[in-house]
């Protein structure tokens, strides 16, 4: 298991070439920001050299990032990350079990909120009702997210849905594609799925120690890297788009939203993104059938509850609350 911290020098680094972006920074002014000495800047800017990382060095200006390496590392996902909370703590790793176990051992171990995991494959990654989540290597953005919201446990849910609007929000910015969620957590795009998240949580009575937000996106899957029982009903973006799409970006932009969401959520409430979420569902007043684990139940969506719980009438005009289910429409 390949594991890359980012050193506080390292992130500092990182972090003062983005917000000075086609700027020459010295030596001297890096050392300023980062806390260190002008030679163990120069060792990290020889470290990111051998990485692919490439710098324009002019005496007596300092250096410049010219251009970042291909393959996707932690500081490639950084640069350039305009957030306060998500993904400020990063891990990266090539390959992994499931983030969701790494975020969950993080929680315990007291990460900070806003940790965010992130492999280039995962060989047990999880979906929701224990199903696996196919995560080959190099073509998707198999991430969880650490927080820690002051929130009841009932409130849990619109998390999932919180999420949901924020990848629809960063899809749509990234690509021309228009998605759609399907309730609770599913991203389609042309009717197909292309995300899923699974959110789990870590409780004690009525409180919430941690909650790992889980996101499986198919990004530059090809049709033929999906198994074949999922192959009519699951895309990739890039399948879609009909163009490769770049990841680092594509997380940037996730994280982004999110945060904004989120920070949105817990000064405004949910009511805001109620109304972001109902904007993107495809299945509100649709007749639709909920499979849950108690049986069927089959009638028209009317929306969902404030704690985004889905509404279904039925044929009598009974109204169900279905807290958990797939649906079939
Ligand atoms: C679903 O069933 O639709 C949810 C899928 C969630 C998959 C993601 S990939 C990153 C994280 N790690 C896992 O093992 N699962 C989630």
Known sequence: ????????????????????????????????????????????????????????????????????????????????????????????????????????KLANEAAEEGTVVISEEQTAGRGRMDRKWHSPKHTGIWMSILLRPKIPISKAPQLTLITAVGVVQAIEEATELLPQIKWPNDIMVNGKKITGILTELQAEADSIHSVIIGIGMNVNTLEADFPEEIRRTASSLSIEAGRTIGREELIRTILEKLEKLYLLYLTKGFLPIKLMWESYAISIGKQI?????????????????EDGVLLIEDSAGVIHHIYSADIKM
């Open 1 to 104: 298991m390949a594991e890359r911290v980012q050193s506080g020098i390292r992130k500092k680094l990182i972090e003062a070439f983005t917000n000075n972006e086609n700027e020459y920074l010295s030596g001297q002014k890096l050392a300023d920001i980062a806390g260190c000495s002008r030679t163990a800047i120069w060792k990290q800017i020889e470290e990111l050299r051998k990485e692919g990382f490439q710098f324009q060095a002019v005496r007596r200006k300092g250096y410049k990032i010219v251009s970042i390496p291909t393959a996707m590392t932690a500081d490639k996902i950084t640069l350039g990350l305009k957030t306060e909370i998500f993904g400020r703590n990063l891990y990266y790793y090539d390959s992994v079990e499931s983030t969701q176990k790494i975020a969950s």
């Open 289 to 305: 059938i909920a499979r849950t684990i108690t049986g069927e139940i089959s009638g028209k969506t009317i929306g969902i509850t």
